[in-house]
Structures are given as C-alpha cells and as structure tokens.
C-alpha cells in the first residue's frame, strides 16, 4: 500500500496561491506605477511535476476529463497578452481582480477537499 500523499500535496497547493496571492496583490498595488510590468507565479503544474513520486491525473472511467484536454484548457488561458498602458505599466485591474476571485476558489477547493478527506480517515479509524 503507498503512503496518501493528499495532505502533502493541498499544503504545497496551499503554499503556492499564498505566493500567488501576494503577487497579485503586489500587482494591484503597482497598478499607477509607471512602467511596472505585471507579475505572476509559475503554473501549480509545475510544482506536480517536481513532487516525488510523481503525481498524475488518471482517467479511470470513460467520462473522466483527459489529461490533454485539461492542460489545453489551462493553456489557453494564460496571462502573456497583457495590454500595455500608455504610462509604461502593463497591470490591469479587472484581470488581476479575476485573479484574485480565482486564487479565492482554489483555496477554498482545496482546503473543502481536505476537510472531505479528514473526515473520511476518521470514519476508518474510529470503525
């Protein structure tokens, strides 16, 4: 039996939006910097690919979303087509809000799965 690797795994997801958060927050409050050039942290998919043992999403039943689909969807929303704005500074507010709001649903996703999980164990454990 391999060890559960769950609560490894939320809390580098968790560590990884509170970096993003602050980011983004460092982007909003740069927003009237002239020639501030917007920031962001690299894709949570690139620290899966640097856990051991290596962590991959696997389609057990026919309806399961594929991998590939899921990594072209991810793609094609990435932050490279960034306006530049006539003072230099590239942030724009409603994008980095909708990073926000995102950052929000994933922390809570993840800290919803968690919770499922504990609760779960402890079903086994006190049976």
Do not use: C, F, H, W
């Given at each position: 039996m391999q060890p559960i690797q769950l609560f490894e795994l939320a809390s580098k997801q968790s560590h990884w939006l509170t970096v993003r958060q602050s980011v983004v927050a460092g982007?909003?409050?740069?927003?009237?910097?002239?020639?501030?050039?917007?920031?962001?942290?690299a894709a949570f998919e690139a620290v899966l690919d640097k856990t051991q043992p290596q962590v991959r999403m696997a389609a057990t039943q026919p309806g399961h979303i594929q991998e590939d689909l899921l990594r072209g969807a991810v793609r094609s929303g990435s932050f490279d087509d960034v306006d530049v704005?006539?003072?230099?500074?590239?942030?724009?507010?409603?994008?980095?809000?909708?990073?926000?709001?995102e950052i929000k649903r994933m922390y809570?996703?993840?800290?919803?799965?968690?919770?499922?999980f504990h609760r779960l164990m402890l079903l086994t454990v006190r049976r």
């Open positions: 982007n909003i409050a740069n927003a009237n910097t002239p020639g501030y050039a917007t920031r962001d942290v704005q006539p003072s230099g500074n590239s942030v724009s507010l409603p994008d980095e809000m909708s990073k926000t709001g809570e996703l993840n800290t919803g799965m968690v919770k499922a």
